[in-house]
């Protein structure tokens, strides 16, 4: 029995439940998804030119409608 009891006390008291700290590494980025992600923010830019566009383009025409 103490065969048994010895090691698995061992055994659990070595085992620690929180995992190691991993050190904090900078992002590298990968340049294929780097020119995506800037194509994005590019056509987000531009969506919101056309929706300002296509806003000032309305109240124009409420405007000439009244």
């Known amino acids: 029995m103490k065969r048994i009891l010895i090691p698995l006390a061992l055994f ?3 085992c620690d439940a929180s995992p190691p700290p991993q050190p904090q590494t ?6 294929v998804f780097e020119t995506q992600i800037q194509a994005v923010k590019k ?4 969506e919101g030119q056309v929706m300002d566009a296509a806003e000032a383009q309305r109240k124009q ?3 000439a409608a009244q």
Do not use: D, K
């Open 12 to 14: 659990l008291s070595a």
């Open 26 to 31: 900078e992002r590298q980025p990968n340049p």
């Open 43 to 46: 056509a987000e830019a531009v």
């Open 61 to 63: 025409m409420e405007e």
